[in-house]
């Protein structure tokens, strides 16, 4: 081999390495200055798939910066039961990690285009005590959120949620699902929403006071009709297109007569004509849970449970609510029972919890009207709900199968001797287990909370009302066949 060869294989030799060094020192380099776009796409979709998060080493050695994914799913997704319960996996919240300003939800695509009238503070947020400045009608979504009150009261909010919900879909920089979005203009709108808290409004401005003829609930509400009476937007359709919170039982008991026509979100029909409130054009939601919700890892097990039967709350009740005492002198002896009276007061709520957290079947039974608040409370307790009223409508049941986490009970067999404990004690562990864990997985979507998420109780609430909507929409369009003919 000559010389010139032989200098030329030791250069090529020294070569190689030194370059295959500068490119992984350059690689190296590229991966810290933090831009994801430079990771191969399959090698990042790998990442989100595999993890809830990740790491890049910032140019401060002190603290990696983190990456977060937004997501209110669990991270193990059961997609058997994602179709059954109509909750989607979010992909649209992964695509909008690494950016600074969320993406506008485009009305076009979102399943309600909604209406929302500005109606003066005193059928809002005023009726929160907000301070206000002038002229103001609506809080800034991103500066104070008015707070709810507590208690009882928080049980019948929904309302509050939805309207938040609407300011926020108007408002950029809230993350939220693109379900609802306010529209500006009434005419490309498809639910007209009526922002009255109603049950707010029973709750606190009931009673008449001296010199005073009426109370603040019935004059806000006479207001109301007047109010949306003289609106075009309710005369193009008779209020049909509209939408009325009303959850409370005993809220808009005053205008539900003139305002029937439109659309009603209720806790249940115990209280409603059939002419006014129906399951043909009205929404069932939950009531918004009191009790604390138990995280999936912190969930006991069958055994963990050692109490057969829970219930705590009020007792002796009229009308359908007899029921409640008879099963009470039938149960209070029983030793892995328990039912006794309890309140709000003296730490009740927090008792209640507990009790549900250790129980492995808690009592849903019929008082005033055929709902209760303690459904829900049961749910997010993973305590597998026994459901003893005829006459209950329940949430988002075109959707949801109830019996696949509850047990249902007519309540002319739970009354008689020894047949619901025979019942439940006979239920086995693994049918048991079944049960509790899709109460686990179906139990975000009763949570209320601002920002919603997608899946939890508001985004469920409007995916309802869209679902309604095709059905009132068929009405609406059959009455309209020849009002639109002109005659010549």
Same mark, same amino acid.
């Given at each position: 081999?000559?010389?010139?060869?032989?200098?030329?294989?030791?250069?090529?030799?020294?070569?190689?390495?030194?370059?295959?060094? #500068?490119?992984?020192?350059?690689?190296?380099?590229?991966?810290?200055?933090?831009?994801?776009?430079?990771?191969?796409?399959?090698?990042?979709?790998?990442?989100?798939?595999?993890?809830?998060?990740?790491?890049?080493?910032?140019?401060?050695?002190?603290?990696?910066?983190?990456?977060?994914? @937004?997501?209110?799913?669990?991270?193990?997704?059961?997609?058997?039961?994602?179709?059954?319960?109509?909750?989607?996996?979010?992909?649209?919240?992964? $695509?909008?990690?690494?950016?600074?300003?969320?993406?506008?939800?485009?009305?076009?695509?979102?399943?309600?285009?909604?209406?929302?009238?500005?109606?003066?503070?005193? #059928?809002?947020?005023?009726?929160?005590?907000?301070?206000?400045? $002038?002229?103001?009608?609506?809080?800034?979504?991103?500066?104070?959120?008015?707070?709810?009150?507590?208690?009882?009261?928080?049980?019948?909010?929904?309302?509050?949620?939805?309207?938040?919900?609407?300011?926020?879909?108007?408002?950029?920089?809230?993350?939220?699902?693109?379900? &609802?979005?306010?529209?500006?203009?009434?005419?490309?709108?498809?639910?007209? @929403?009526?922002?009255? @808290?109603?049950?707010?409004?029973?709750?606190?401005?009931?009673?008449?006071?001296?010199?005073?003829?009426?109370?603040?609930?019935?004059?806000?509400?006479?207001?109301?009709?007047?109010?949306?009476?003289?609106?075009?937007?309710?005369?193009?359709?008779?209020?049909?297109?509209?939408?009325?919170?009303?959850?409370?039982?005993?809220?808009?008991?005053?205008?539900?007569?003139?305002?029937?026509? &439109?659309? #009603?979100?209720?806790? +249940?029909?115990?209280?409603?004509?059939?002419?006014?409130?129906?399951?043909?054009?009205?929404?069932? $939601?939950?009531?918004?849970?009191?009790?604390?919700?138990?995280?999936?890892?912190?969930?006991?097990?069958?055994?963990?449970?050692?109490?057969?039967?829970?219930?705590?709350?009020?007792?002796?009740?009229?009308?359908?609510?007899?029921?409640?005492?008879?099963?009470?002198?039938?149960?209070? /002896?029983?030793? +892995?029972?328990?039912?006794? @009276?309890?309140?709000?007061?003296?730490?009740?709520?927090?008792?209640?919890?507990?009790?549900?957290?250790?129980?492995?079947?808690?009592?849903?039974?019929?008082? /005033?009207?055929?709902?209760?608040?303690?459904?829900?409370?049961?749910?997010?307790?993973?305590?597998?709900?026994?459901?003893?009223?005829?006459?209950?409508?329940?949430?988002?049941?075109?959707?949801?199968?109830?019996?696949?986490?509850?047990?249902?009970?007519?309540?002319? +067999?739970?009354?008689?001797?020894?047949?619901?404990?025979?019942?439940?004690?006979?239920?086995?562990?693994?049918?048991?287990?079944?049960?509790?864990?899709?109460?686990?997985?179906?139990?975000?979507?009763?949570?209320?909370?601002?920002?919603?998420?997608?899946?939890? $109780?508001? /985004?469920?609430?409007?995916?309802?009302?869209?679902?309604?909507?095709?059905?009132?929409?068929?009405?609406?369009?059959?009455?309209?066949?020849?009002?639109?003919?002109?005659?010549?």
């Amino acid at each position: 081999m000559s010389e010139k060869s032989r200098l030329s294989s030791r250069f090529l030799f020294f070569l190689i390495p030194v370059s295959m060094f #500068f490119f992984i020192i350059s690689s190296v380099s590229l991966l810290q200055l933090g831009n994801i776009s430079l990771l191969p796409g399959s090698i990042f979709k790998l990442i989100l798939v595999n993890s809830t998060s990740f790491y890049l080493k910032s140019n401060d050695k002190s603290e990696p910066v983190k990456i977060p994914i @937004f997501s209110s799913m669990p991270s193990q997704i059961d997609t058997k039961s994602s179709m059954r319960s109509g909750v989607k996996c979010p992909n649209s919240e992964i $695509a909008a990690i690494g950016k600074n300003k969320k993406k506008n939800c485009d009305p076009n695509q979102a399943l309600l285009r909604v209406y929302m009238y500005d109606l003066p503070p005193e #059928f809002h947020f005023g009726l929160l005590d907000w301070k206000r400045k $002038a002229n103001q009608t609506w809080p800034n979504v991103l500066d104070h959120i008015p707070p709810y009150p507590g208690g009882l009261n928080l049980q019948h909010s929904m309302e509050y949620w939805l309207t938040l919900d609407l300011l926020a879909s108007s408002t950029p920089d809230v993350r939220r699902p693109c379900s &609802a979005v306010r529209v500006q203009n009434s005419s490309l709108a498809d639910i007209i @929403f009526v922002p009255f @808290f109603s049950s707010l409004s029973y709750n606190r401005h009931s009673k008449v006071y001296e010199k005073e003829k009426v109370s603040v609930n019935q004059r806000l509400q006479d207001r109301l009709v007047q109010v949306l009476m003289g609106q075009d937007e309710w005369k193009r359709f008779g209020g049909r297109d509209h939408l009325i919170v009303a959850h409370h039982p005993n809220s808009m008991l005053d205008a539900r007569k003139m305002l029937g026509s &439109a659309m #009603f979100i209720l806790a +249940d029909f115990g209280r409603y004509p059939v002419e006014i409130a129906n399951p043909g054009k009205d929404i069932i $939601a939950p009531y918004k849970h009191v009790v604390r919700t138990i995280s999936s890892g912190e969930s006991a097990q069958f055994d963990g449970r050692p109490i057969l039967v829970f219930f705590q709350g009020a007792i002796y009740r009229k009308d359908r609510g007899v029921i409640r005492q008879e099963l009470y002198y039938l149960l209070r /002896d029983e030793k +892995d029972v328990h039912f006794t @009276f309890g309140t709000v007061r003296g730490n009740g709520i927090n008792k209640a919890s507990q009790g549900m957290a250790s129980s492995k079947f808690c009592l849903n039974i019929a008082g /005033d009207t055929p709902s209760s608040n303690r459904l829900f409370d049961a749910i997010v307790s993973h305590c597998v709900p026994v459901i003893i009223s005829d006459e209950i409508e329940l949430p988002f049941e075109d959707v949801l199968d109830y019996s696949e986490f509850s047990v249902f009970v007519r309540a002319s +067999d739970a009354v008689k001797k020894g047949y619901l404990l025979n019942l439940l004690r006979n239920i086995e562990r693994d049918k048991w287990t079944m049960m509790w864990e899709r109460l686990k997985n179906i139990a975000p979507q009763f949570e209320y909370q601002y920002p919603s998420q997608p899946g939890d $109780a508001v /985004d469920m609430i409007w995916k309802a009302i869209s679902r309604k909507r095709s059905s009132v929409q068929f009405t609406l369009n059959r009455k309209n066949r020849y009002q639109r003919t002109e005659i010549q």
